[in-house]
């Protein structure tokens, strides 16, 4: 006969504000097999855990039962309690009757009691058929992936490397450097987002541990903790980067003109063009979906023989190319090339896109002067298309009145409910750095309400008043488009109570920061979910931000909800330092409440392995008929298989017949 | 021949008979033929049953399109708040089968069952999305070549964009009526207060002074920007405040111009070379010199 | 005192009310205002107007603001309700506090004649020079509509003889007329 301890928690008020914990813990007192009842204001607390403790070391108690909170975020502590009091650390069940019972009831004390007698029951019932189950362990590879190279991505790279792992970082574009390579100063310090960034990209891409793989995607994923497949894509870039010295003598040579997307389309790249000036690595790329093919030079073709000169008649950028990087002649296959890397953890830190004009019909998106504040990050930026001279887009001219208008697509049922977090502050900072710069263009910020609760950040807000930004606190509501291309703002002034117009001469939106569309296939690969926002869904708001649901897969960056460059890089350092525990430690344990199959019981008609969402049930052959076996690394002990086999070979440790036939009995029978 | 059931409204037979005549005269050309919807009553205007009890403005909307449904046509209406009021009147009544029932309740003292079956549509939608342009551009015989129309399309063609099957690719930006004035041969250069309503209607029966501000506001924005020959629109309610009330600006002494309104189909008639007697008889604003310039022999195509 | 104790605003049935007449979007509001930055009410000057509406009446105004006619201007344009961040739908608040402007009568005196001239023809808007205007145009003088329609008047009566608008007693003089005849 087992001897059940039942611990009833208070919660606080939490669980005991509704639930008579009294009462509860007195019905315990009856049922078959409990020898121990106690509760505490907090059985997660040391007092509460010695007490299980005591009880355990004294023999009191060989099961133990914690009527609480819910296991998913205490079942861990209870049973490193047991485990400490050298009982076997599954012989222990959680009766949820808070989430279950006095939040949900809250209304309803004698009904949330009643209910709760019963979860508990149910435990307790459940308690007396557990079995100890042993903990499995396998090694883990010694390497990390980090998948995106922007600031997020950087920084976890580089912390890992620095710890002493092997890192690759992979980036789709053909520099590493992210958006924040694309901003002009950042706030609150006005540092120079560039002279910060560079510096690190540089030291990323010279460390000895990381291997920078860009113009790469993440193909495919497969296996789990410690040992993941991962298949990379380098895209073709058409240029050997072996000898590429990034002189840009290619691009310059390139007759094509296209928009130039680091630029925000304003102004234009070759399709033969290096991604940015500083670009890491510097190495140029040619974009086939815009290039003319030029000299007749078909991918793939020999060169004309010049009747004139005798000498063959090559492309503009393959003539140009001092070190022989570009050669037309090889037919190089356009899907690129796949490359198969072995790795213990995962970072996903794939960052995010701010939301185009063309979605705010209202906001007069067909007028030139109309611009996203990511455009006027490169319209005021050195390297940017007006080499950092502020000039509208319609006709190059000093804008004399330019309107900020805010929350645009963010906090908005129509596109995203949530806050963007950093248009307030990087609008702030557009309007300070054009107001130092031409003190004689008037700006207005429309704003609902300004949002600044970072370090030093209503300090920044407070001296752009100073400086005579005029703040109008009322959402924009309309544009209309004026002759010269004027675009007069439709307003609100709330403190006013009245309507306002401004004829601006240009109009920045701070569109919301979003998920971008790729990021579903990336998910569908790693097995990632999504939060009610778009975002990568971290597994606990609080206490888990920066691990996931697939155990070794950690999340950094803006890919994980939106914020600024300082939130971003501390959650890139905590989700190094979360990935690096596995990589440590170089054994990962592997959960042994999974399924295993008695192949004497097994018929091997295989209904289990087309149901497994794992991929974890193979046939093989067993004593020369085929068998069902899952391989215990890959079972997440969800149970399909278990409810599936017509010959209930299958075993789903922590879940048998017994403990949930049991437990339903439990339910049943009690009052 | 395609049908319509020709919803009329208040203001169209009763103030401005001379835009029904253009109705009835040009759509034949266009290859539709007019419907009359025997019986119809105010749509209800907004100031009438919307502004006191939902039910019974559904149902006196509903009775409207109850026949068109009998006549099997869909519905196109000549005036913007007609259209506004049926169109929402349906959405309400086809997104919510619980309102339906209710209102088919109180339909039923009249004898009538509103089923669905007839969609609601302006007369802008038919001829844009329906006819089309090239057939417009077709039946012209005048042309309006090198004379520059202000646009009027007004506002509740453009929004709620929720209830209308025929939407604006922008509604903030309409593009319809410019483009149904393309084809007659104008320009339609752009002028700020494009979207911007004239005044008419509630604001204009509450508050005359108001309403006539915000028709002011308009009128300069299309005068100082781009100067027109002539205004045109596709709303009754529109055309009225442009005509009438920019006429009572300038006896006020607020504005010193004129400028003629039209409603589209007057003017397509007038390029179909009609009657003007018929189709563009009762303004005050006067506009016999243009309608003169618009059907002279130097505009005669081929 | 032009201060406004909050504790003591009666905000009792006021937002269950408006909600009830239509005005379902009442309490998503956050005042951003971006409905009034294009509202042709608010931009003309009127007192009251989708955005500051909301706020009283999510406040706890109603007697306060009950006589102002101010509502009455909405055109129902509904560029409000296309662009509003929350939803909210303002012009259908604004049609929703008329309607309960209307239950106490303090309806805009320019909404009776439309009202009776509904009733009696079967349009709110009825020009009696129209028959001379139509014959002048080559039409008909009567148009195809209720107005030579009896039976279509009949109909649109039964629907308004048992509707609210008739409790209110806006249309006795008409109905004792009808049933004089």
């Not at chain 1, 009145?401 to 805010?406: G, K, Y």
């Not at chain 2, 020709?6 to 029904?20: S, T, V």
């Not at chain 2, 003292?109 to 006819?131: C, F, M, P, Q, T």
């Amino acid at each position: 006969m087992s001897k059940i301890g039942v611990y009833v928690c208070h919660c606080g008020e939490n669980i005991a504000g509704v639930v008579d914990v009294e009462d509860v813990r007195q019905y315990a007192e009856q049922l078959d097999g409990v020898t121990v009842t106690r509760r505490n204001l907090f059985m997660c607390s040391d007092p509460g855990q010695e007490m299980i403790r005591q009880d355990i070391a004294s023999g009191l108690v060989d099961r133990v039962v914690v009527a609480a909170c819910t296991p998913r975020t205490h079942e861990p502590i209870f049973r490193t309690t047991l485990e400490k009091a050298g009982l076997n650390k599954y012989l222990f069940e959680m009766a949820n009757i808070r989430d279950q019972g006095s939040w949900v009831h809250a209304h309803d004390k004698y009904g949330a009691t009643a209910k709760a007698k019963r979860i508990v029951a149910s435990a307790v019932g459940k308690a007396a058929n557990l079995h100890p189950l042993e903990d499995k362990f396998v090694d883990v590879t010694p390497a990390a992936l980090v998948i995106g190279g922007g600031v997020a991505g950087i920084f976890s790279a580089l912390e890992l490397a620095k710890m002493g792992h092997k890192v690759y970082l992979v980036e789709k574009q053909p520099s590493i450097g992210g958006a924040m390579a694309m901003l002009d100063k950042t706030f609150p310090t006005n540092d120079c987002s560039a002279c910060i960034l560079t510096p690190v990209m540089v030291e990323a891409a010279n460390h000895p541990n990381i291997e920078l793989l860009t113009c790469s995607e993440v193909a495919d994923v497969n296996g789990y903790i410690g040992n993941f497949n991962v298949r990379i894509r380098k895209n073709q870039t058409y240029v050997d980067w072996n000898k590429c010295t990034g002189c840009g003598a290619c691009a310059e040579a390139c007759p094509v003109r296209t928009a130039n997307e680091f630029n925000g389309g304003m102004d234009h790249r070759g399709a033969a063009y290096i991604h940015f000036p500083q670009a890491v690595p510097k190495k140029a790329v040619v974009d086939m979906s815009v290039c003319i093919n030029c000299a007749g030079r078909k991918l793939g073709t020999e060169p004309r023989i010049s009747k004139k000169t005798g000498q063959p008649v090559l492309a503009a950028c393959e003539k140009a190319c001092p070190s022989g990087a570009i050669d037309r002649s090889h037919h190089l296959p356009a899907e690129g090339t796949l490359r198969d890397i072995e790795v213990g953890v995962i970072i996903v830190a794939t960052g995010y896109q701010v939301m185009e004009k063309e979605n705010f019909p209202e906001y007069a998106p067909d007028s030139p002067n109309v611009i996203t504040a990511l455009q006027m990050e490169r319209l005021i930026s050195a390297t940017g298309p007006t080499g950092g001279k502020l000039l509208r887009p319609s006709d190059h001219r000093k804008p004399r009145t330019i309107s900020f208008v805010s929350c645009v697509g963010s906090r908005d049922v129509r596109h995203h409910t949530y806050c963007s977090r950093v248009c307030c502050m990087y609008m702030i900072k557009q309007a300070r750095l054009i107001k130092e710069k031409y003190p004689d263009i008037r700006i207005f910020m429309h704003v609902i309400d300004v949002r600044a609760p970072g370090k030093d950040f209503d300090e920044y807000y407070t001296r752009a008043r100073d400086m005579g930004i005029t703040f109008v606190k009322g959402k924009v509501g309309g544009m209309e488009i004026l002759p010269a291309d004027q675009v007069r703002v439709l307003g609100y002034d709330v403190d006013l109570g009245s309507n306002i117009e401004v004829d601006a001469d240009m109009v920045v939106l701070a569109s919301a920061m979003e998920q971008p569309p790729t990021a579903k296939l990336l998910a569908r690969k790693i097995g990632l979910s999504f939060d009610g926002a778009g975002f990568f869904k971290e597994l606990h708001p609080k206490l888990k931000p920066v691990e996931t649901a697939v155990e070794g897969v950690f999340l950094a960056g803006c890919c994980q909800g939106p914020k600024d460059i300082p939130d971003t890089v501390s959650q890139a350092k905590g989700a190094a330092a979360a990935a690096a525990i596995p990589l440590c430690q170089g054994k990962v344990r592997i959960d042994p409440t999974i399924s295993e199959v008695d192949t004497e019981k097994c018929s091997g008609c295989g209904i289990c392995t087309p149901l497994c969402p794992y991929n974890a049930i193979v046939l093989k052959t067993y004593s020369g008929r085929p068998r069902a076996m899952i391989d215990i690394t890959q079972c997440k002990g969800c149970g399909v298989c278990t409810a599936a086999c017509p010959s209930a070979a299958i075993l789903l440790h922590g879940y048998t017949d017994v403990q949930i036939l049991s437990q339903i009995a439990a339910l049943t029978r009690a009052a | 021949m395609e049908q319509f059931g020709m919803y009329l409204g208040c203001n169209i037979p009763f103030n401005a008979p001379d835009i029904e005549q253009s109705f009835r005269q040009t759509f034949p050309n266009l290859g539709v033929e007019v419907v009359d919807l025997q019986g119809a009553t105010c749509c209800p205007a907004w100031g009438t049953a919307p502004s006191f009890d939902i039910n019974t403005w559904l149902a006196i909307s509903s009775r409207n399109i109850t026949l068109a449904e009998s006549e099997q046509v869909d519905i196109m209406t000549g005036c913007n708040s007609c259209f506004g009021i049926l169109a929402e009147a349906k959405h309400m009544l086809d997104h919510d089968p619980g309102r339906k029932a209710q209102v088919n309740r109180l339909l039923s003292k009249a004898d009538r069952k509103y089923s669905g079956s007839s969609e609601v549509y302006h007369v802008a939608h038919v001829l844009h999305n329906k006819i089309g342009v090239e057939k417009i551009n077709a039946s012209a015989k005048y042309t309006l070549r090198q004379l520059k129309v202000a646009v009027q399309p007004g506002c509740h063609l453009l929004w709620p964009s929720a209830v209308m099957k025929v939407k604006e690719k922008n509604p903030f930006f309409p593009t319809m009526l410019k483009e149904l004035c393309h084809a007659l041969g104008a320009e339609t250069p752009h002028y700020s207060r494009l979207e911007s309503c004239c005044g008419m209607g509630a604001m204009r029966s509450t508050n005359q002074e108001r309403a006539l501000d915000t028709l002011k506001d308009k009128l300069k924005s299309m005068k100082e920007e781009i100067d027109p020959d002539m205004i045109v629109t596709t709303c009754s309610s529109c055309y009225l405040q442009f005509d009438n009330a920019q006429k009572l600006l300038r006896d006020k002494g607020e504005i010193d111009f004129a400028i003629p309104v039209f409603y589209y189909t007057q003017l397509l008639a007038l390029c179909q070379g009609l009657d003007p007697a018929q189709v563009a008889a009762i303004s005050e604003t006067p506009r016999d010199e243009i309608i003169v310039r618009i059907q002279s022999k130097q505009r005669l195509l081929n | 005192m032009q201060t406004v104790n909050l504790t003591q605003m009666d905000k009792e049935g006021i937002a269950e009310k408006v909600i009830a007449m239509g005005g379902e979007g009442l309490l998503n509001c956050v005042q951003c205002g971006a409905c009034a930055s294009v509202c042709p009410v608010a931009r003309a000057g009127f007192s009251l107007y989708c955005k500051n509406l909301i706020k009283k009446l999510q406040s706890g105004y109603m007697e306060e603001i009950l006589e102002d006619s101010s509502t009455w201007a909405c055109q129902a344009c509904n560029r409000c309700t296309e662009i509003c961040p929350r939803d909210v739908k303002p012009s259908e608040v604004v049609f929703a506090f008329r309607r309960i402007q209307a239950e106490e009568l303090a309806i805009s005196t320019s909404a009776f004649t439309p009202l009776m001239s509904l009733y009696e023809t079967g349009h709110a808007v009825y020009n009696k020079r129209s028959k001379e205007l139509r014959k002048k145009v080559g039409l008909p003088e009567t148009p195809p509509t209720s107005i030579g329609d009896p039976k279509a008047v009949a109909e649109l009566q039964k629907i308004l003889d048992d509707s609210p608008m008739a409790e209110l007693g806006i249309f006795l003089n008409l109905m004792s007329r009808k049933q004089e005849k």
